[in-house]
């Protein structure tokens, strides 16, 4: 991995370990359901800055996000995610991505400890409405563990 900041001026990149179970059912010839995929997680974001180097990327170490994804666009209109433990406010809107086939709310914090205090573990709801079969509602959970450390030092 690399960081480039002048290839691509003001795009993104992202490097993420995780896991994954991801099947597809079918046991009907009714139409695929309008979503996709919807979740809520946090991450650790680091960045490499040189061939031997990682560290923390700085100012957003850490982050939330809470997503709800459909198969095309124009389904999602709306959404929100209630969080847990009650927050204030205890909810946040769910933006409508350029593409318009993701709502998605995030959000970053410098250390693990402001990250839980604003976003613990517990349940968490998403409500999104979709054009054609209306409001929606998910309980999702968070579990209470902590982000593995990656060496701050020359790989």
Do not use: C
């Amino acid at each position: 991995m690399a960081l480039n900041t002048g290839g691509y001026p003001g795009a993104l990149g992202q490097s993420s370990y995780y896991s994954r179970t991801t099947f597809f059912l079918v046991t009907t010839t009714t139409a695929a359901p309008e979503v996709q995929t919807y979740e809520v997680s946090k991450a650790r974001k680091w960045v490499q800055t040189s061939n031997a180097l990682v560290s923390p990327e700085t100012g957003q170490e850490f982050v939330f996000d809470a997503t709800a994804q459909s198969y095309l666009t124009g389904v999602l209109t709306t959404g929100t995610v209630q969080l847990a433990p009650t927050t204030n406010p205890p909810s946040r809107n769910l933006m409508l991505q350029p593409g318009g086939t993701r709502l998605d709310f995030s959000d970053i914090a410098s250390t693990q400890g402001l990250l839980d205090a604003f976003y613990g573990s517990g349940s968490y709801t998403l409500n999104f409405g979709t054009s054609n079969s209306g409001s929606h509602s998910v309980v999702l959970s968070l579990p209470a563990d902590n982000f593995h450390r990656l060496p701050e030092y020359p790989i």
